[in-house]
């Protein structure tokens, strides 16, 4: 995605193509394989789908929500597929090269309090 605007609680289906200066509302939905050509502004709430995208109709709070479900729904088994791969790296290495550093730190001004207390 390049110089595109996506607002919050908007949906972008899978395998969907988003071109340049695309403006998607909030709340609406641009379906799966969709190409939303350059320049094109979707409306709050409204479904656009096709090649190239065209409004579909407008979002009413039952679509919506029952996507936004379905959509936690398939994150989180995502997230349960994945995660065996990715907890055990977590982010320990930032915490190391942080410890690294403030170790050098230290010693590097026990050095320079040791310099300067001799001379």
């Given amino acids: 995605l390049r110089s595109c605007t996506i607002q919050r609680y908007a949906i972008v289906g899978n395998c969907s193509i988003i071109e340049e200066n695309v403006f ?13 050509p350059a320049g094109t502004e979707i409306p709050t709430g409204q479904i656009w789908g096709g090649n ?3 409004f579909k109709g407008n979002v009413d709070k039952f679509t919506f ?3 936004g479900n379905e959509m936690r729904r398939m994150t989180n088994q995502i997230r349960k597929w994945y995660q065996p791969m990715y907890l055990p790296y977590s982010l320990a290495w930032l915490e190391k090269e942080a410890l690294t550093r403030k170790r050098e730190r230290e010693v ?3 050095e320079f309090s040791s310099r300067t207390q001799e001379g």
Avoid at 26 to 33: H, M, R, Y
């Fill in 24 to 36: 998607v509302g909030e709340a609406s939905i641009v379906e799966p394989k969709s190409v939303v």
């Fill in 52 to 54: 190239p995208a065209k």
């Fill in 65 to 67: 929500s029952d996507r």
């Fill in 108 to 110: 590097a001004e026990a």
